[in-house]
């Protein structure tokens, strides 16, 4: 919870993924100033201005070198078309000018195979796409690899799991930076979940993992979101549902990935992030309003989890 960023540059090369430019372009590139959201100073570079190819076939056009993420506090690092093909040494180079002058760095997908390359993720632990993370692991063993995550954050070095976790990622970058208000509202102006719980091997088998097509269970999603000051137990929640507590906890997994006790932990968190940046409520009344009871269960809650007391939370977004 930094300076937050302003400039943002997307390194990509010939072959890479054309959802991943997309991403990086919805989130960072389209201008929601008018709606109250960051603006910033987005472009998209490669090793040197002209076209290239998508891994789709898909021709683009790039109109910065390399030369522009020298001025970038966030460096993107969209995915790489083939683990056995070498980043050109000038861009690794300027990767790691950018890092070391202070501007955070991160990859998703194959992407992070260039991070490692570059060295940055030496010691640290990362994550990529599930079907490259043991070749990634073999590759560079000096890199913990996590293939079950989204997103891993390392300080100033994030890295992301494959696909459409470069939404997650990025969403979760402006949620560190600007705060959950702003991660919510843009996730909403993009129709996605503004925060996904677990790792890509539950999205496997889970793809929908927040709004769930079984109609008895996303009414009931719907409902507890609506009624986080009370007690939401596996009992309460089964009982509205219509089904014993056995099977509404299998059901519910199934759909979401999640147990209902850590989705309930989990949007009662953030519901307290909203009303700590948003409201002028006092920590008690938070506290109620999301079903912590106590400031003090919400204070070890967000410690636990977010890793700052509420109070230095607001302090930190308050000017937002």
């Not at 506090?73 to 180079?93: H, I, N, Y």
């Amino acid at each position: 919870m930094g300076t937050p960023f302003s400039s943002v540059a997307a390194y990509v090369a010939d072959g890479t993924g054309a959802l991943g430019i997309g991403i990086v372009s919805e989130v960072f590139g389209y201008d929601r100033r008018h709606r109250g959201s960051p603006g910033f100073d987005f472009a998209v570079c490669a090793d040197r201005p002209g076209q290239l190819r998508t891994d789709s076939g898909l021709k683009v056009v790039i109109e910065h070198g390399l030369d522009h993420l020298a001025r970038a506090d966030l460096v993107l690092v969209t995915s790489w078309d083939a683990f056995d093909r070498e980043p050109a040494p000038e861009a690794l180079a300027a990767i790691r000018a950018a890092y070391e002058r202070g501007a955070t760095v991160a990859g998703y997908c194959t992407g992070t195979y260039v991070l490692a390359a570059a060295g940055l993720l030496d010691g640290r632990r990362a994550t990529t796409h599930w079907r490259w993370a043991e070749a990634m692991a073999a590759r560079f063993p000096a890199v913990t690899v996590l293939p079950e995550v989204l997103y891993v954050d390392e300080g100033r070095v994030v890295t992301g799991a494959g696909g459409a976790a470069g939404v997650d990622m990025c969403l979760y970058l402006l949620r560190r930076e600007f705060g959950a208000a702003v991660a919510n509202e843009i996730a909403r102006d993009m129709v996605v979940p503004p925060h996904r719980d677990g790792g890509q091997a539950q999205y496997v088998a889970a793809p929908v993992p927040v709004d769930c097509d079984d109609e008895r269970l996303a009414g009931v999603l719907a409902w507890a979101r609506d009624n986080l000051d009370r007690p939401l137990t596996v009992e309460t929640l089964a009982s509205r549902a219509l089904m014993s507590q056995r099977s509404f906890a299998r059901r519910f997994t199934a759909a979401t990935g999640s147990t209902p006790h850590a989705w309930v932990l989990s949007q009662r968190l953030h519901r307290a992030e909203e009303l700590l940046e948003t409201a002028g409520l006092s920590i008690e009344e938070v506290a109620r309003r999301v079903g912590f009871g106590t400031a003090a269960t919400l204070r070890e809650q967000f410690v636990r989890r977010r890793g700052v007391p509420p109070r230095d939370y607001r302090k930190a977004f308050a000017a937002h």
